[in-house]
């Protein structure tokens, strides 16, 4: 079944810029390359592509005129948010004949319902925007991530984003209630609800969220929000084995219970890796030469000191039974800052010592121990000397397993491995019943890997989907499904 693009041969593109500069103004329509360059590759730099257009809309109504305009003339249409997707999904192909759909300026807060605890935002917001709106008005916005000063709501949604307090309170899906939609064929569905229960057939937001701009633009949500805690705990554990970490957190869910609202596991060599590229930030330990890290976060509706209480108190015995093996509690919200940023600069400091091999997978926690060893232990075999930086959302089963070239070889001879070391690394996750894409979507970089992997019933119902709501395949065409699907 094809979902490729068919670009009307009566269409100049001259025609569909005309149309794009009467909808937008001449000013938020990008064709000169340099005014275009930082739209066009991805966040790694490791993806370029090509554009007719950049162009940015400033409502809803400017989305569904581009969107109608593009489907005239035939030409693909690439949603992008704050561009810092890690599998290029927002990158255009190489031929020149795309519009990449900008929401950077729909970034207004359309209203924030207190007593429903829901704000509803443009789909340009930028997540940290939307945390420090919530919070103004007294309530939590917990989808929290790395790229949070630069990812939009929007990007958010459209890849369903995990980040570090998924333990708690669920990716990006189970915080979105409601969604507006401009669709392939230029219609605008207003879906944004409030509503905590709505059976009233398929759940088209459901459809929507994690669907990376291949089924439609969103261009609002309606997003829950949460009561701040009162009192929040962070420490640093180091652990002597993965074997243990399993066991540490049975005990700090059955101690914590919905209170334990960050579980993130860290290798080593990820820390030992920050330390090195960026030395001014203040490591909580002396020095980093425990195998495993855990950096763990409690947040407590009663109390400070009840929160600490808890915490030390569970800490201490775990520190007895010999769970782990040593422990650096926050005393301040500095210190607790500089423990999360250690923490947030791995995906920095990878990006610093090459281009590295990056696997997102999926895992039940219980499976990840064994994982991780026979995997380390199978790549040494067949590329002897690669290092390993593993590091992840663990309480969520989610491992960012990545791999980087052998001290003494290149970037290049790494990467001209990588068919092979992925499909290693990948093969291991399948053979489990994991998933090689746990939140970062599949993209561009990975719709081989969709294609080896996912059942082929589950891959005929997504190409049916595709083909249902954007029979002309001009949303997002190459990415996720690929064109010969
Ligand atoms: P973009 O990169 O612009 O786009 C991503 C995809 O969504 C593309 O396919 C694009 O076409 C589509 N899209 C964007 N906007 C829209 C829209 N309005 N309508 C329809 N489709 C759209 N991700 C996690 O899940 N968890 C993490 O912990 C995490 N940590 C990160 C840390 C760092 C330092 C970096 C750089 C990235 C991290 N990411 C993480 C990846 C990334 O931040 C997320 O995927 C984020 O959700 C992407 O948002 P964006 O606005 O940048 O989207």
Same mark, same amino acid.
């Given at each position: 079944?094809?979902?490729?693009?068919?670009?009307?041969?009566?269409?100049?593109?001259?025609?569909?810029?005309?149309?794009?500069?009467?909808?937008?103004?001449?000013?938020?329509?990008?064709?000169?390359?340099?005014?275009?360059?930082?739209?066009?590759?991805?966040?790694?730099?490791?993806?370029?592509?090509?554009?007719?257009?950049?162009?940015?809309?400033?409502?809803?109504?400017?989305?569904?005129?581009?969107?109608?305009?593009?489907?005239?003339?035939?030409?693909?249409?690439?949603?992008?948010?704050?561009?810092?997707?890690?599998? %290029?999904?927002?990158?255009?192909?190489?031929?020149?004949? %795309?519009?990449?759909?900008?929401?950077?300026?729909?970034?207004?807060?359309?209203?924030?319902?207190?007593?429903?605890?829901?704000?509803?935002?443009?789909?340009?917001?930028?997540?940290?925007?939307?945390?420090?709106?919530?919070?103004?008005?007294?309530?939590?916005?917990?989808?929290?991530? @790395?790229?949070?000063?630069?990812?939009?709501?929007?990007?958010?949604?459209?890849?369903?984003?995990?980040?570090?307090?998924?333990?708690?309170?669920?990716?990006?899906?189970?915080?979105?209630?409601?969604?507006?939609?401009?669709?392939?064929?230029?219609?605008?569905?207003?879906?944004?609800?409030?509503?905590?229960?709505?059976?009233?057939?398929?759940?088209?937001?459901?459809?929507?969220?994690?669907?990376?701009?291949?089924?439609?633009?969103?261009?609002?949500?309606?997003?829950?929000?949460?009561?701040?805690?009162?009192?929040?705990?962070?420490?640093?554990?180091?652990?002597?084995?993965?074997?243990?970490? @399993?066991?540490?957190?049975?005990?700090?869910?059955?101690?914590?219970?919905?209170?334990?609202?960050?579980?993130?596991?860290?290798?080593?060599?990820?820390?030992?890796?920050?330390?090195?590229?960026?030395?001014?930030?203040?490591?909580?330990?002396?020095?980093?030469?425990?195998?495993?890290?855990?950096?763990?976060?409690?947040?407590?509706?009663?109390?400070?000191?009840?929160?600490?209480?808890?915490?030390?108190?569970?800490?201490?015995?775990?520190?007895?039974?010999?769970?782990? =093996?040593?422990?650096?509690?926050?005393?301040?919200?500095?210190?607790?800052?500089?423990?999360?940023?250690?923490?947030?600069?791995?995906?920095?400091?990878?990006?610093?010592?090459?281009?590295?091999?990056?696997?997102? =997978?999926?895992?039940?926690?219980?499976?990840?121990?064994?994982?991780?060893?026979?995997?380390?232990?199978?790549?040494?075999?067949?590329?002897?000397?690669?290092?390993?930086?593993?590091?992840?959302?663990?309480?969520?089963?989610?491992?960012?397993?990545?791999?980087?070239?052998?001290?003494?070889?290149?970037?290049?001879?790494?990467?001209?491995?990588?068919?092979?070391?992925?499909?290693?690394?990948?093969?291991?996750?399948?053979?489990?019943?994991?998933?090689?894409?746990?939140?970062?979507?599949?993209?561009?970089?990975?719709?081989?890997?969709?294609?080896?992997?996912?059942?082929?019933?589950?891959?005929?119902?997504?190409?049916?989907?595709?083909?249902?709501?954007?029979?002309?395949?001009?949303?997002?065409?190459?990415?996720?499904?690929?064109?010969?699907?």
């Amino acid at each position: 079944m094809k979902v490729l693009g068919m670009k009307h041969k009566d269409a100049p593109d001259t025609a569909l810029l005309h149309d794009l500069r009467k909808a937008l103004g001449v000013q938020h329509v990008l064709t000169d390359t340099q005014a275009q360059a930082k739209y066009l590759t991805d966040w790694r730099g490791l993806c370029h592509g090509r554009a007719l257009a950049v162009v940015l809309p400033g409502s809803t109504e400017e989305v569904a005129a581009v969107v109608s305009a593009c489907s005239r003339a035939g030409a693909p249409i690439v949603p992008q948010g704050g561009n810092t997707g890690q599998v %290029a999904g927002a990158t255009p192909d190489h031929t020149g004949e %795309a519009v990449v759909l900008v929401l950077s300026r729909m970034q207004r807060v359309r209203s924030l319902d207190v007593e429903n605890a829901t704000i509803t935002v443009e789909a340009g917001c930028v997540l940290q925007h939307v945390q420090e709106a919530a919070h103004a008005a007294g309530l939590l916005f917990p989808l929290s991530l @790395g790229a949070e000063g630069s990812c939009t709501i929007g990007g958010n949604l459209a890849t369903n984003a995990g980040g570090t307090q998924v333990l708690r309170y669920g990716n990006a899906r189970e915080l979105a209630l409601g969604l507006e939609v401009v669709l392939a064929s230029g219609e605008t569905w207003d879906g944004l609800r409030g509503l905590r229960k709505n059976n009233t057939g398929y759940d088209l937001r459901d459809l929507m969220i994690g669907s990376e701009g291949t089924l439609g633009v969103i261009t609002a949500a309606t997003l829950r929000l949460f009561p701040l805690p009162k009192a929040q705990c962070t420490a640093l554990v180091a652990v002597a084995s993965i074997g243990l970490t @399993g066991a540490f957190l049975s005990r700090c869910r059955a101690g914590f219970d919905a209170s334990l609202t960050a579980f993130e596991l860290m290798s080593g060599a990820c820390l030992q890796l920050v330390a090195q590229a960026f030395p001014q930030q203040r490591m909580p330990f002396t020095s980093i030469d425990a195998p495993w890290y855990v950096l763990l976060e409690l947040s407590d509706s009663e109390s400070a000191s009840h929160a600490r209480e808890r915490f030390e108190s569970l800490l201490g015995e775990a520190l007895e039974d010999g769970q782990i =093996i040593d422990v650096a509690i926050a005393q301040t919200l500095a210190q607790s800052k500089a423990m999360w940023h250690a923490r947030e600069s791995i995906t920095l400091a990878l990006a610093l010592d090459g281009k590295c091999i990056k696997h997102d =997978i999926s895992l039940s926690v219980s499976a990840i121990p064994a994982f991780v060893q026979s995997t380390d232990t199978s790549l040494q075999a067949e590329f002897p000397g690669v290092r390993n930086f593993t590091f992840g959302h663990l309480g969520d089963g989610n491992l960012h397993y990545n791999v980087a070239h052998a001290l003494g070889t290149t970037d290049a001879d790494l990467l001209a491995r990588q068919p092979a070391l992925s499909g290693l690394v990948h093969d291991a996750v399948h053979a489990l019943r994991g998933s090689i894409s746990a939140e970062q979507g599949i993209g561009r970089q990975r719709t081989n890997d969709l294609q080896r992997y996912k059942d082929p019933v589950e891959l005929r119902m997504m190409t049916a989907i595709k083909q249902a709501l954007d029979p002309m395949g001009l949303m997002n065409p190459g990415v996720m499904l690929s064109p010969s699907s």
